[in-house]
């Protein structure tokens, strides 16, 4: 995820594959580690030849890029960019079928948070591009771990929307809200269901425990005997 949790979780460089949400980058508190980073439409016109790769745009070494959402013309415009400027790059598109049944999970999950009792839950329910890439990988993957999910932070105090600058301290007020259309609360809510169920592991911030801050979902060396 993009949320500044990630200041204070475990450090995203122990996993086989790491998934980023478009210009995330922090490696002094996340690693350097990228396997995949998703875009959506906002981010794939800029990963195109708009320029933004000269301005300190991420794109690393042998990366995919997995395109969440995007018109075809500014894709292709994108795909063809990349293709000239950075052949090691790859880039893939998500099928819609697969946004839609992450669409089709939130729905269900708030209508049980509904009947619950929880009545004032914020947005809608398109799911966000960090969403649909953890639905995407625990699709695909055996174990998976998430890491800065949540517009707020788990001891209830406010934090800014992104945990990185957008291009600017500047640019980064005026884009510091969650968009309606998603619903960070529903989607933190299912994340800690599936944790529950041993689905995922979610690590999110718990005041006053460093050891879980700090280690959660790093992967135990193993000791060889002789």
Known sequence: GA???????????????????????????VGTTTTLRL?????????????????GLPLENQVTLVVTRAKP?????????LKKQRGDVHVLYLSS??????????????GRLERAGYRRILGGNTPSSGFAGA???????????????GLDAEDGQ????????????????????????????????L?????????????GFVPGDRKHNRQCGMRKKSTKMD
Request: hydrophobic share 40%.
């Open 135 to 149: 639905f995407l990988l625990m699709k695909a993957c055996k174990q998976v771990t998430l890491y800065g999910f």
């Open 97 to 110: 079928r697969v946004i839609s049944a992450a669409r089709r999970a939130i729905e269900e999950y708030r």
């Open 39 to 55: 875009v959506n439409t906002r981010w794939a016109n800029k990963y195109g030849p708009l320029g933004f790769l000269d301005n």
């Open 3 to 29: 949320s500044p949790q990630l200041r204070v979780s475990a450090s995203a460089q122990t996993d086989v594959v790491v998934a980023r949400i478009s210009r995330s980058s922090f490696a002094r508190h």
């Open 73 to 81: 013309k500014a894709y292709d415009d994108m795909v063809q960019y």
């Open 191 to 203: 994340f800690r269901a599936l944790a529950d169920g041993n689905r995922v592991t979610f690590c």
């Open 158 to 189: 406010e934090q800014q929307y992104h945990y990185f600058h957008l291009f600017s301290p500047a640019h980064s007020k005026k884009k510091n809200s969650m968009n309606l259309t998603h619903s960070f609360d529903t989607e933190r809510f």
